[in-house]
């Protein structure tokens, strides 16, 4: 398998030379040339596998430059019941007549970023062992992402993680799990600003070429391709469990922000999973609302970014789309550049209302979209707490919104579950006046003793400290 530029570089790579990369070098993203399609017999034949070796049968569709024995052996190996919590690892269940829930968020930091992490992790020491080569990943979060990266990351060979998070703005609890690491690679730096300025650090970083490549600077975002194909993944195993060995079609409904994990769902259905609809579920940051509403993407100033109760959803850009716009233009690269370098990059928004192209957005390739505000995810959880004994973390509370205004009949909705209540312990407070439980392995960890430095928002302090530790 070989894999492409978005914006029409000539260049192909393989599976293990974008593994350690971000970008591609015109500043498209990376995609495989064609989807492997998958059929009837193939699905009856996945429908009896364990989690792990699904994950192992679909990987190696994309992936032919690792040797098979030790894929399935990196699959093995990243998908246990020790570290998702149940043989199933992504359990479905039935809340009401027709809509499940698949939980994705019972691997080490609670949210669903663990099922790509997790796998991103062992793939990284596997090829840097293999290369005899390191790697520092520099990083910026605002709580999600940076947590599921450093549990990945803790400890394995080759890799040191540098993570800048706003000081004093992610959750005592999101603090906790991340500062409470006491690994040696792993250096959590608080930066005095808000996630934009830690945004700005990185990009800083990474475009000191010099820097970037004495001190072997990469990342983890969430365009990387790796991530999103172990994504794919859950889409198979919550197929499987919502329908009984026929080939019969289910939705998805999936809290979005980048437009990563709604993009798995994406390349599933590309591949043959019969999936009928797939509903993006955004929060009042609803540029991709709009965008499947209307045909216009407008991207967001920072000052029109709200800061809401779905932190993990408030974005003013959504750094995936890409992919999508690429497959709905009919993967031709020189309309991509000009509505990605040409429209975006002049007035911020590009229009595809009047192309014919839009309508295939949801015709062709299923998609639909709904928006909340606070007040529906307060609701939402009250209710869900009330009929079914069941608390949602709000991001699922906007999925679990979304996903009642586009139910069909006879045909399962699926909504992906992508953290815990207990990340948004405020929220859930609010909504229900209590606490939601916390996991065992949780309790009182904000008094565990914290590893942290303090750096002012400037990106020569920031190359300073990775400087000074990574000898
Ligand atoms: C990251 C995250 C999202 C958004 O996922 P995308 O892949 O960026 O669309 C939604 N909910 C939670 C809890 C998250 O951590």
């Known amino acids: 398998m070989n894999y492409l530029s978005t914006r029409g570089h000539p260049d192909r790579k393989r599976f293990c030379e974008i593994l350690l990369e971000g970008l591609a070098p015109d500043g498209g993203l990376y995609l495989p040339e064609h989807y492997p399609q998958v059929d009837t017999a193939t699905l009856a034949r996945w429908r009896e596998l364990p989690y792990a070796e699904l994950a192992f049968e679909i990987l190696s569709l994309y992936i032919d430059d690792i040797p098979p024995a030790d894929l399935k052996a990196i699959c093995a190996r990243t998908y246990t019941a020790e570290v998702f919590g149940s043989d199933e690892i992504v359990p479905l269940r039935e809340l009401e007549d027709g809509v499940y829930l698949e939980a994705l ?60 998070s706003p000081d004093g703005r992610m959750s005592p609890f999101q603090q906790a799990q991340m500062f409470s690491l006491q690994d040696q690679n792993i250096h959590n730096i608080a930066i005095s600003g808000v996630f934009d300025d830690c945004q700005d650090i990185v990009k800083a970083v990474s475009n000191d070429l010099g820097f970037k490549r004495k001190y072997r600077i ?25 329908t009984a060995g026929n080939d019969k079609p289910v939705s998805f409904t999936v809290p979005s922000g980048n437009f990563g994990n709604v993009c798995a769902g994406h390349v599933a259905r590309m591949m043959g999973l019969p999936i009928q609809t797939l509903v993006v579920a955004t929060n009042e940051n609803d540029v991709l609302d709009e965008f ?31 992919r999508f ?55 939402t959880i009250r209710d869900t707490d009330k009929r079914f004994a069941t608390l949602v973390d709000p991001h699922t509370a906007d999925g679990l919104k979304a996903a009642r205004e586009h139910l069909a009949p006879g045909v399962p909705m699926v909504v992906l579950e992508t953290a815990l209540p207990i990340k948004f312990a405020a929220t859930l407070v609010e909504a229900l006046g209590h606490e939601p439980a916390r996991p065992v392995r949780f309790e009182g960890i904000e008094a565990l003793p914290k590893r942290v430095v303090k750096l002012p928002a400037d990106a020569e302090a920031v190359k300073a400290y990775i400087a000074q530790n990574c000898d």
């Open 105 to 164: 968020s019972n691997g080490p930091t609670l949210a669903f970023k663990d099922m790509a992490m997790q796998l991103l992790g062992n793939l990284f020491e596997y090829e840097l062992a293999r290369r005899g080569a390191e790697l520092n990943i520099l990083g910026a979060t605002s709580g999600d992402t940076g947590s599921a990266a450093e549990y990945a990351m803790r400890g394995k060979k080759g890799v040191r993680v540098f993570m800048t």
């Open 218 to 242: 990469g990342t983890v975002n969430s365009i990387n391709w790796a991530r999103l194909l172990a994504q794919v993944v859950y889409y198979f195993a919550g197929y499987f469990q919502a």
């Open 292 to 322: 499947f509403r209307t045909g216009i993407y407008r991207v967001r100033a920072a000052a029109d970014t709200h800061e809401t109760s779905s932190p993990s959803m408030d974005i003013s850009k959504a750094s995936n789309f890409e």
């Open 325 to 379: 716009v690429f497959d709905l233009v009919g993967r031709d690269a020189g309309k991509l550049r000009s509505l990605f370098v040409d429209d975006l990059g002049r007035q911020g928004r590009f229009d595809l209302s009047a192309d014919p192209a839009f309508r295939q957005a949801a015709e062709r390739f299923g998609f639909k979209s709904s928006r909340s505000t606070h007040a529906d995810r307060l609701a």
